[in-house]
């Protein structure tokens, strides 16, 4: 069984979609399988689904969606089967989605859902790009990026906790794709990031890092003047939107642009190798 929350919510049995259509039982998946591994208390799902005001009934429909998912998504043999194939009757098997204590735990392997990937690679990444091996961290943090099929459970209705994560998700997603263009340009691929470095600040028009990481791309390119317009650019959209001046950081940047600084000059890191992809990449 494969899970898929980042994007669209996605179970797949071998090649074969599983259909999950209601929307509750959407949303219980996608709280169980954020906390794989984890007990997820009743009142946890309860408030997820209803909020402040749960129907009277909440405990018995929760239970009826608890029984939807494990007929939908049944336990599996662990070895010798092929995709879709039923445990055989009185053969134990682990249960997949099991009760515990006062809720329920998704037991489902790390590399079996989509999120966990992205988290392994991200930690990962961020590792080599701290020990300096910058070509294995942009291939590590780009593997990580593949993961993305889109925002996380996007077809899910999101309470209060799935909101909640969603909103650190992004910010999350953002932190890998800055690393790896760190990484990248490194290694000396200025050039190969300016494309991806002006959709995301079009996307992001308060992202000072953004902006540095765009302003000394255009700079290493032999586009200073381009450079000087970006920092422009930051900076209306920062006076004219909140009121601020950019950052001491951004200004110091600015600075060394106008002046040629010998600072900014690239120094080659290390030697680049070919980008990676996740088993969920092609999905």
């Known amino acids: 069984m494969r899970f898929g929350l980042l994007g669209m919510l996605e179970v797949f049995d071998g090649e074969r979609r599983v259909t999950l259509s209601a929307p509750k039982v959407r949303s219980v998946l996608a709280l169980l399988l954020l906390h794989s591994g984890r007990v997820v208390h009743t009142a946890s799902l309860i408030d997820e689904l209803w909020g402040e005001n ?98 996380f459970a996007a077809d899910v209705r999101h309470g209060r906790a799935l909101s909640a994560y969603a909103t650190k998700l992004d910010e999350e997603w953002l932190r890998v794709v800055e690393q790896a263009i760190e990484a990248e340009m490194a290694l000396g691929l200025h050039r190969e990031v ?14 000072e890092g953004l902006y540095q990481q765009l302003m000394l791309a255009l700079y290493r390119s ?38 040629s600084d010998p600072s900014l000059d690239f120094r080659y890191a290390d030697r680049p190798r070919p980008r990676q992809h996740s088993d969920w990449s092609a999905h």
């Not at 959209?237 to 001046?245: A, F, I, S, T």
């Open 54 to 151: 749960p129907p009277l009934t909440a405990l018995t429909t929760l239970h009826t969606y608890i029984y939807q998912l494990r007929k939908a998504i049944p336990v599996r043999r662990t070895t010798d089967a092929g995709p879709g194939e039923l445990a055989p009757a009185g053969t134990p098997q682990p249960q997949w989605l099991r009760t515990a204590y006062a809720g329920y735990v998704a037991d489902i392997p790390p590399e079996s859902i989509d999120l966990r990937q992205f988290e392994s690679l991200a930690v990962q990444g961020k590792q080599a790009l701290d020990r300096g091996v910058m070509a294995e961290a942009a291939g590590l943090l780009r593997a990580a990026q593949s993961c993305w099929r889109g925002p």
């Open 194 to 207: 300016l494309g991806e470095l002006r959709q995301l600040v079009m996307e992001h028009p308060f992202s």
């Open 222 to 259: 032999d586009r200073r003047f381009d450079a000087i317009q970006e920092y422009q650019c930051l900076r209306r959209n920062m006076v004219d939107e909140l009121g601020l001046e950019p950052s001491r950081a951004v200004r110091q940047l600015h600075e060394a642009i106008l002046n």
